[in-house]
RNA sequence: GCGCCUCUAGCUCAAUUGGCAGAGCAUUUGACUCUUAAUCAACAGGUUCCGGGUUCAAGUCCCGGGGGGCGUACCA
């Protein structure tokens, strides 16, 4: 098939979804009296001789399609088309004899050409490299899949709508940042050749979304990419996408109660009740949530009693004991973290809300109201794994400047991670931030739990593989 | 990075203790006027991921490399 034959626009009527729900109620062998043109992939082909049956996939749908010697033009072409090939069909909708809701090929146009092989039309694709290197196959062949990014769309949509109807305003913020800032993970580095400067893919877009508080915008957003340059797992894809949020007057309990509303409406929303099933397991996001602090969940699972008052040789002969590994220059709050994320976090089912952690593993948190060694800082626990992290910010340029130089510090010490001096950022803290709530959640993981999905990469579209070699 | 598993036709999968590389679907050709993964008949389709080695003989065993998966480490 030339190019030249093929169309430059095709004026498609129905979607298939649409003519089996409104012709539902035709008899077998009946038809409607309508005409329509339905457009997308040839799925099945099934030739009797002097009638053929073919099966239309478009974006919603499957639907017969049935053409007759006597009645399709180039009828001994289309009973030579091959599965994949993409179809214009225009026709009456009518009924087979055996009940199955047809579009009649009245008439008929090659819209493309599959000259590739179609994947085994029972079986599909199971090999996991082609599903991920090759999407656009595995999304035409795999139902599943296509329903996962469908939902993924839905999610991010009614996420936007959720915000912006309590009046947060979406923005957008530097991928390119000169300081990688507002987490703690290693960047990419590139380089921009006209400033002759390098620049880093932003690890969080925290720090520019406080600035935008700092400005006046009292509730902002943003679905922000993120890249860290870290190891690929079933949990981790070295670009994902965080919804960071701020709130101006707000502390960390109003974003926890913003958090599990957010998410049980989207459950109910999704999967129809806020009680779901993820791997096999029941998962109850119904407010409230269970609310505990980290050093109760860790003195209760390792039956001590430590806090940040504990010496130090006793946390590490404690970590010792446990076979928590940890380095000379972690301080307390650094081991008091480790010890619960090794013994007590992976026990965690949830949701729960983690609080109140060492100031010295939270630089960008505020300091707890009632016990200052502590910061209000939250991680939600949801099906066992973090889904998010927030707190009320430190909002006083000079404690802020102490944190960093305390990062600072651990860097010196070896902790490659360890957040760098941000001079802008406290100089907008000069200029006043008001209390602040903030809070970063993983969406793709946010969606694997809503989707019921074990791999990361099977709620991102093109994610990060190895390319391959000639 | 480390450990385990895996790689055979376009796709999904076979191949006994090391003994002639096979099937279904897709493709090609033919038959068939209501099929539903249509059916039936026939043809064709291979660097068994790559490179070495052992052996009379390697898809199979050994070594090295590559892709993928899982686990682990890293990821506050």
Not at 105 to 118: C, G, N, P, T
Request: glycine share 6%.
């Amino acid at each position: 098939m030339m190019d030249r034959e093929i169309p430059f626009r095709f004026e498609v009527t129905n979607s298939a979804s649409q003519l089996l729900s409104e012709h539902s109620d035709l008899t077998e062998g009946g038809s409607s009296g309508k005409t329509v043109s339905v457009a997308g992939r040839l799925m099945l082909r099934r030739d009797q001789g002097k009638i053929v049956f073919g099966v239309l996939q478009d974006s919603t749908e499957r639907i017969q399609l049935f053409a007759s010697e006597k009645n399709t033009p180039d009828f001994e072409i289309f009973s030579n088309l091959h599965l994949g090939d993409w179809l214009g069909v225009t026709g009456e909708v009518i009924k087979t004899k055996r009940g199955e809701i047809s579009v009649r090929v009245d008439s008929w146009v090659l819209l493309a050409e599959a000259k590739r092989s179609f994947p085994d039309k029972w079986h599909g694709i199971s090999d996991t490299d082609i599903r991920y290197r090759q999407r656009y196959v595995d999304l035409w062949v795999t139902e599943e899949s296509r329903e996962t990014f469908r939902t993924r769309s839905r999610i991010i949509s009614l996420i936007r709508n959720w915000l912006e109807n309590r009046d947060f305003m979406e923005v957008e913020t530097p991928v390119f940042h000169p300081i990688p800032g507002g987490a703690a993970a290693r960047p990419f580095e590139t380089h921009h050749n006209a400033l002759d400067i390098d620049l880093f893919l932003r690890i969080a877009p925290e720090l520019y979304l406080k600035r935008l508080v700092v400005g006046g915008f009292e509730k902002v957003f943003e679905m922000a990419r993120v890249f860290r340059n870290e190891g690929i797992s079933t949990r981790h894809n070295p670009e994902f996408t965080m919804l960071e949020l701020y709130e101006a007057y707000a502390d960390y309990e109003d974003i926890m109660r913003l958090v599990e509303d957010l998410v049980s409406e989207l459950a109910l929303e999704i999967c129809g009740s806020t009680v779901i099933q993820y791997d096999g397991r029941e998962l109850d996001l119904s407010t409230p949530w269970e609310r505990s602090s980290m050093l109760d969940l860790l003195n209760e699972k390792i039956q001590t009693n430590i806090n940040l008052q504990t010496p130090i040789e006793e946390l590490r002969k404690l970590c010792g004991d446990l076979s928590v590994p940890f380095k000379d220059h972690y301080g307390s709050g650094k081991l008091i973290l480790e010890l619960y994320e090794k013994t007590t976090e992976p026990e965690l089912w949830g949701p729960i809300f983690v609080t109140d952690y060492p100031q010295e593993v939270s630089p960008l948190s505020r300091a707890h109201r009632s016990s200052p060694d502590l910061v209000e800082r939250f991680e939600a626990i949801v099906a066992g794994r973090e889904l998010c992290n927030a707190f009320s910010e430190v909002v006083d340029p000079d404690d802020q400047r102490s944190r960093f130089a305390a990062q600072e510090k651990s860097r010196d010490a070896g902790d490659e991670e360890a957040m760098v001096v941000d001079e802008d950022y406290l100089r907008a803290l000069e200029y006043g931030l008001p209390p602040t709530g903030g809070l970063g959640i993983g969406i793709d993981r946010l969606i694997m739990i809503l989707t019921d999905t074990q791999a990361i990469r099977d709620v991102i579209l093109f994610p990060t593989l190895r390319p391959e070699q000639e």
